[in-house]
């Protein structure tokens, strides 16, 4: 394959840092978009920084000269530094996006997330959306990756697992099949390099919840224990939230919670476990 000029945007983040590996195995030249100079010690191999604010444009001036190909998993899911969605997910994208048509940029990939077209009305959606909808009519060749879920997003489940007891909403059937950071690394650089739109992405495993609970409690070595809440519990987390805190406090809330109310099945790829990470995890922590 052509050695490609490549701009990694969310570099530090869970999948920016396989995307950055897989990138360099296939010997790109990669450049990284960092907040701050202590970043670079993230990255080996890597020798091209720009250290910059994406939601500040100012600061991002040139990061696109000399490039090929953006791949932003630019995005929050906890939000902190007082930025909402609409700031980051949405804005900060664009500044990236803005700056590419201004270059010699060929491609674009974005990491949004499974059905987040269909869920608009979720706040963290909402924003993702719209930066789609701004990278669809932008006049590049764009990717749009549709994950279901990260390993690293089923750590809550590990996290209760530790202290014996996973706490499920309904009857824990719904099933998911979550991929591992590297496996989509691969998959995303193989659609930017054939010019693929969009792919719907999830990893081999294909588990319920209840299975999934089991798996975080082995992992430490418990008895299973899985206790199934009423689901209009759910619902009235999710009523309460949106009434009485500020989207700032709500996305994310109500982000997992609605999505714990329905399959979330995507074409499966990949060749990671996650019952492999649940282990590796639970012995790193022990």
């Known amino acids: 394959m052509e050695t490609k000029h490549v701009l990694v945007a969310g570099a530090t983040g869970y999948l920016g840092q396989y995307l950055v590996k897989e990138l360099l195995k296939r010997n790109h030249h990669v450049r990284v978009l960092i907040r701050k100079e202590s970043q670079k010690a993230l990255f080996e191999g890597v020798t091209d920084f720009f250290i910059g604010e994406i939601t500040q444009v100012e600061t991002l001036m040139g990061i696109c000269e000399n490039i090929d190909w953006v791949f932003s998993s630019i995005g929050i899911t ?18 990236l996006l803005n700056l590419a048509k201004k270059s010699s ?5 974005y990491v949004s997330a499974l059905g987040g077209d269909q869920l608009r009305q979720l706040k963290i959606f909402e924003a993702k959306e719209k930066f789609v909808d701004a990278l669809k009519v932008s006049g590049l060749d764009y990717t749009v990756m549709r994950p279901n879920g990260f390993f690293s997003d089923m750590k809550d489940f590990l996290n209760m697992g530790k202290n014996g007891t996973v706490y499920l909403f309904g009857h824990g059937n719904y099933k998911l099949n979550p991929i591992a950071g590297a496996d989509l690394a691969e998959i995303c650089v193989d659609a930017i390099a054939t010019d693929t739109t969009e792919v719907l992405v999830g990893g081999p495993d294909m588990l319920s919840q209840n299975e999934l609970a089991a798996l975080a409690l082995k992992a430490w070595g418990q008895d299973i224990n899985i206790v199934h809440l009423p689901d209009w519990i759910r619902r009235f987390v999710i009523w309460m939230v949106r009434r009485c805190t500020s989207s700032k406090t709500y996305g994310p809330i109500e982000f997992f919670m609605t999505l714990m109310a329905f399959d979330n099945i995507a074409p499966t790829y990949g060749t990671k476990r996650l019952k492999d990470f649940f282990k590796e995890e639970a012995e790193r922590e022990k």
Request: proline share 0%; aromatic share 14%.
């Open 78 to 95: 906890r939000q902190k530094d007082g930025m909402t969605y609409m700031d980051v997910d949405y804005q900060g994208n664009l500044n």
């Open 105 to 109: 940029v060929e491609s674009f990939l």
